[in-house]
T-cell receptor
């Protein structure tokens, strides 16, 4: 498997501010990372696919200008929630893929965002 | 496009009793199948997966799942559950041609009672 970390594990911010969430692959280089959001008692919804060195691919309905993704290195991808609103409050989880198109994803522990 | 249906949103079960979590999928192409477990306020952990070969796959902690192509199912079973198995379980599928992006079912919450 792969070890994936996220920072912070939880964050509370005021409405209108921006929040950055980091996803790190600790023990191997990840060409591809994924970002998901999970509302309480619901399943995971894929937000975007993050590829190192290129622009992220967003799923339909996800605002790319609101959820900025940067995958500047093979071990780090960041998700920035810009001008956060209470409806952005959610559990954000990243995952990594062991190689392009590899069959299995390994998940980080998640970041709980609460926007007041 | 693929879809995954987990028929039971919640399954209460007594400790040491068996449990089965149902998962059905829909896809026009071959898929890979996964079961992930999520403990409270944590990310997902891979429980087991089916890629090819034997249709019965097992995890190290006593879970097993069987791929049934004709019924498009991948049900998860454990013959005797422990309190520590209390968690949310997600079934997911991916398609190699689509970069193996995962499509998740709605999840099944397992509550093991003493």
């Amino acid at each position: 498997g792969a070890v994936v970390s996220q920072h912070p594990s939880w964050v509370i911010c005021k409405s209108g501010t921006s929040v950055k969430i980091e996803c790190r692959s600790l023990d191997f280089q990840a060409t591809t990372m994924f970002w998901y959001r999970q509302f309480p008692k619901q399943s995971l919804m894929l937000m975007a696919t993050s590829n190192e060195g290129s622009k992220a691919t967003y799923e339909q309905g996800v605002e790319k200008d609101k959820f900025l993704i940067n995958h500047a290195s093979l071990t780090l991808s960041t998700l920035t929630v810009t001008s956060a609103h209470p409806e952005d409050s959610s559990f954000y989880i990243c995952s990594v893929q062991l190689g392009l198109g590899a069959d299995t994803q390994y998940f980080g522990p998640g970041t709980r965002l609460t926007v007041l | 496009a693929q879809s995954v249906t987990q028929l039971d949103s919640q399954v209460p079960v007594f400790e040491e009793a068996p449990v089965e979590l149902r998962c059905n999928y829909s896809s026009s192409v071959s898929v890979y199948l996964f079961w992930y477990v999520q403990y409270p306020n944590q990310g997902l952990q891979l429980l087991l997966k089916y890629l090819s070969g034997s249709t019965l796959v097992e995890s190290i902690n006593g879970f097993e799942a069987e791929f049934n192509k004709s019924q498009t199912s991948f049900h998860l079973r454990k013959p005797s559950v422990h309190i520590s198995d209390t968690a949310e379980y997600f079934c997911a599928v991916s398609v190699k041609a689509a970069g193996n992006k995962l499509t998740f079912g709605g999840g099944t919450r397992v509550l093991v009672k003493p």
